[in-house]
């Protein structure tokens, strides 16, 4: 199912998720208007190390960012691996890969066009603060 994020469509593979479409679509709304800062969803995860990442993604607080490298440290793993895992997320949003991010960048992201609705996400969230130059810093709590 596609739904729509600050003009953007991002798509969500609803079989991970045990609500209907309609309850997805409405708690997404509700995130993106900053009226929600958890969804309250079931999710399936993936199976495998990228369900392991997916579990570490969702424990990440609204308004927080982790590093590729901290996942990688919780999972006895490397910070390449949870970036490809995170780009495996199939239900983006729900499970926050948004927030995870680099050591010294955003990262990549998967959803929407990628790291512009990222960096969107972030600042709804008050977890990016944009410098005077224009570029985005990320800011982070633990």
Request: hydrophobic share 40%; with cysteine.
């Amino acid at each position: 199912m596609n739904v729509e994020v600050f003009g953007r469509t991002v798509e969500l593979d609803a079989s991970h998720v045990a609500a209907s479409e309609a309850e997805i679509r409405e708690q997404v709304a509700e995130y993106v208007a900053g009226e929600r800062r958890a969804f309250d969803l079931p999710v399936d995860p993936v199976e495998g190390f990228a369900g392991e990442v997916m579990a570490e993604m969702q424990k990440i607080p609204y308004g927080e960012t982790r590093t590729y490298g901290e996942i990688a440290a919780a999972l006895d793993t490397a910070p390449v691996a949870v970036g490809r895992a995170c780009g495996e997320n199939p239900v983006p949003l729900v499970v926050p890969c948004h927030r995870v991010v680099g050591a010294d960048s955003l990262g990549g992201y998967s959803a929407g066009d990628g790291t512009a609705l990222k960096r969107e996400l972030l600042e709804l969230e008050g977890a990016v603060a944009t410098s005077s130059r224009g570029q985005s810093a990320t800011t982070r709590s633990t």
